[in-house]
């Protein structure tokens, strides 16, 4: 059997497997690259915590979180977190 710590372990690299496939595979080619490439650095490093707001955002359609990182679109408060702070922080090297 299985200690129950270790099962919470392998959920939690489950979530994270997913939320980097589901970063890579967001619809839209530009957004697939900005986000895999994001996920592929920094999910591994998220808290439970940070992995639950990094999977809300996913819900977030791409043209929405295209114009935050772009500057064309103030984030909205329910979004503005050390997530989406790194996300945008982010794209701005990676250029």
């Known amino acids: 059997m299985l200690h129950p ?13 997913q939320l980097i496939f589901r970063s890579w595979h967001r619809g839209t080619r530009e957004m ?3 986000m ?4 592929d650095q920094f999910v591994p490093e998220f808290s439970d915590n940070g992995l639950e707001i990094y999977e809300d955002l996913l819900q977030v359609p791409d043209p929405d ?3 935050w990182i772009c500057g064309r679109a ?3 408060a329910n979004y503005d ?8 922080e982010h794209k701005t090297h990676v250029r």
């Open 65 to 67: 979180i295209y114009d």
């Open 81 to 88: 977190n050390n997530i989406v702070k790194k996300l945008i």
């Open 74 to 76: 103030d984030v909205p």
């Open 32 to 34: 697939d690259m900005i």
């Open 36 to 39: 895999g490439r994001f996920a």
């Open 5 to 17: 710590f270790a099962t919470m372990v392998e959920t939690t690299e489950h979530k994270r497997k």
